[in-house]
């Protein structure tokens, strides 16, 4: 059993002032925008500064990507193999190892000190640090080159057609319809489970960077096991019916409800593909187009003033040095480990990509939000903006484990060590085709299906692997690794309704944010906790209704056998439940959303040269997995950023 992690202390570093108070959830009521600059732009030198000039015209990129990740990297990734300069700044290393090749080392990836993060998330609004209601949770997420992708569970999953439709809609424009969306799909996928002849004309692809596969079932064939053969085979066979191809990345399943085959992100020799994988690729065929800048902090975004008195984005400043983000598992303190302060110049434009917590962070921290958040941190406004860090929104996610009469065979002599000669399993990865347990990723079979039949979209992903999974936690993965005779089932609610937010704390770039996702306070938000006790609930009545699963049942440790009623139900997933695909606090969005950070070219509204490409950039949260559709929406960005370069004559200097 595990208890939240505590509160992380807010302190001064030099001269900056600390801003702990603790807001409730009232929402404030602001007018709409006119994105027009504020009277602090006259404190900003002017665009046709010399020195200014001078050093755009002088420096080696056409872009600055802030952030690794599956939004920057495959941004970067794109503009370099298009031609253009890109630098790609990053504040991990470029790590690999055992944790971020084996795929089912992921339980050892997210405490990884090299690149843990270790966010801590409020869940709901709270009156002072000790009130009865605070739930903090651990949030791990990763840095270094390919961000969290080199932690994850590798699962591929196209977003819903409703994800773009809604967005389609919103601007009137027909390139973010999921027609054209698919496409990106198709472009960045290399299909390796499906024949062409049939994947082909449902919108798989054969040559793009992103390798694709299905669970290795031939374990099931080279480690006989009844006891893991007969709950598969009750999972496939008595639960809801298989949907086409056993697939929802077959676009024809978008609405269907049923059972299908949790697909991986994973190479043909057996490791973890990620968007790494596509970043390095790009570099080594054209180093002199991408430059990975590593153990690097973005602190803030240049700006200068036009003539027209607008803002212009022109660069970053930078703190280089290792583990400078305040939430690196090897932070070393405020101001320690800083080796130099730099400004970096981008000819073309900015991309800010450093996800959903930092990226509202380092535009606050440029003079870029709402003007009241910036006040109470003694910054100064250039554009108010009042949605950066607003619209916080995750999944709410729950699991039931069951542990069996027998170990899993498949799990005998492993012990997810790092020698081969002390670990079978390790020795038999690399000496056996990497077709082993490690080869495997979270999960095996998934359920989807509407909570009511009126929704547009499947809102329930309800699956399924061997595991002992508890949630997120410190020490989770060590735990896992123990219980070799468990079955999870995970139920994740998708298209949550709670909206919460990022707020800074300091000036400080290294102090902590204030995250909350304000979950459960509507009646909207509300419904996703009925619906996921109505999913576990539904999860217990099957195996109690199954023989072939319940005969090999030994018993339910999670949650408690104290957990009948609907309301015990409710209060344990309230305090425990937590999601891991944070996203949506500086959405794209209409002209007259009050709301809106972005235009749907991701230009960042009142700055010119200024674009946010991660997962903030989302109006709501997508699919039921969010690193499929980044990856889908960051090849559009990319092609629209070179659009526009075009147009701008400023395109690629390397064709």
């Known amino acids: ?76 990734a794109r503009l370099a193999n298009d031609g253009y300069t890109v630098g790609l700044i990053e504040a991990g290393k470029d790590h690999v190892n055992m944790n971020t090749t084996i795929p089912l080392y992921l339980i050892r990836a997210t405490e990884d000190p090299v690149i843990a993060l270790d966010y801590e998330v409020d869940h709901y609004p709270y009156r002072s640090a000790d009130d009865p209601n605070r739930v903090t949770a651990w949030y791990p997420r990763a840095q270094g080159i390919g961000g969290s992708t080199i932690h994850n569970a590798l699962i591929n999953l196209i977003p819903h057609k409703w994800d773009f439709e809604q967005i389609r809609k919103m601007f009137d424009d027909d390139s973010w319809s999921w027609e054209n969306m698919a496409q990106y799909y198709t472009k960045i996928e290399k299909n390796e489970y499906i024949a062409p002849g049939v994947g082909l004309p449902i919108g798989h692809g054969y040559s793009g960077w992103m390798e694709t596969q299905t669970p290795p079932l031939s374990l099931l064939q080279d480690y006989p096991d009844q006891q893991l053969g007969d709950i598969f085979t009750a999972l496939t066979t008595k639960g809801k019916p298989p949907v086409r191809n056993f697939d929802y990345n077959d676009w024809r399943n978008d609405e269907e409800e049923g059972g299908a085959y949790v697909i991986l992100t994973k190479q043909a020799n057996g490791t973890r593909l990620t968007v790494r994988d596509r970043v390095v690729d790009v570099r080594t065929r054209f180093p002199e187009r991408l430059k990975l800048i590593t153990e690097t902090m973005a602190t ?73 958040q910036l006040r109470k941190n003694n910054l100064t406004t250039l554009v108010h903006l009042p949605g950066v860090g607003q619209n916080l929104q995750d999944r709410v996610e729950e699991t039931t484990v069951f542990h069996l009469k027998k170990d899993h065979r498949v799990f005998a002599n492993c012990t997810f060590g790092y020698d081969p000669e002390t670990d ?104 996703d906790l009925e619906v996921v006790k109505d999913g576990m609930k539904f999860t217990k009545k099957w195996v109690d209704e199954t023989p072939l699963f319940n005969q090999h049942v030994k018993s339910i440790p999670w949650p408690p056998s104290s957990v009948v009623t609907d309301q015990d139900y409710k209060d344990f997933i309230r305090a425990n439940q937590w999601g891991h695909h944070a996203c949506c606090t500086n959405k794209i969005g209409a002209d007259d959303d009050s709301k809106a950070v972005l235009n749907g070219d991701f230009q960042v509204r009142g700055v010119k040269n200024l674009r946010i490409v991660d997962l903030s950039s989302w109006p709501t949260i997508p699919g039921m997995f969010v690193t499929t559709p980044m990856y889908m929406i960051a090849e559009k960005a990319a092609e629209v950023i070179g659009d526009f370069a075009e147009v701008q004559n400023k395109g690629p200097e390397f064709l």
């Open 1 to 76: 059993m595990w208890t939240p992690a505590p509160l992380l202390a807010f302190s001064q570093l030099f001269s900056f002032q600390s801003n702990s108070v603790v807001e409730n959830s009232v929402q404030q009521v602001y007018e709409l925008p006119r994105f027009a600059a504020e009277p602090g732009v006259g404190s900003l030198p002017s665009c046709s500064d010399p020195t200014i000039k001078a050093n755009i015209e002088k420096s080696q990129y056409q872009y600055l990507v802030i952030g690794a990740g599956a939004g920057g990297g495959t941004v970067a």
């Open 300 to 372: 803030k975004i240049l700006s200068c003033r036009t003539e027209k008195e607008e803002v212009q984005a022109y660069g970053v400043e930078v703190w280089i040095g290792p583990n400078l983000l305040n939430v690196a598992r090897n932070f070393k303190g405020k101001g320690k480990g800083v080796k130099m302060v730099r400004q970096l110049y981008a000819k073309n434009e900015v991309i800010l990509s450093a996800g959903p917590y930092e990226s509202p962070r380092l535009m606050m921290l440029s003079g870029l939000g709402d003007r009241d």
């Open 424 to 527: 079978p399993c390790l020795n038999e990865w690399y000496t056996g085709g990497r077709k082993n347990l490690y080869s495997a990723g979270a999960a095996l079979w998934a359920w989807s299906y509407k909570s009511n039949a009126s929704l547009p979209y499947r809102d329930v992903w309800n699956f399924w692997g061997p595991a002992q999974f508890l949630g997120y936690y410190k020490g989770w993965g060590e735990d896992a690794r123990k219980v070799k005779n468990a079955m999870v089932n995970v139920i994740l609610k998708a298209h949550t309704a709670a909206q919460g937010w990022v707020r800074l704390t300091s000036p400080d770039p290294q102090a902590p944010l204030d995250i909350n996702k304000n979950e459960f306070v509507t009646p909207e938000s509300l419904k």
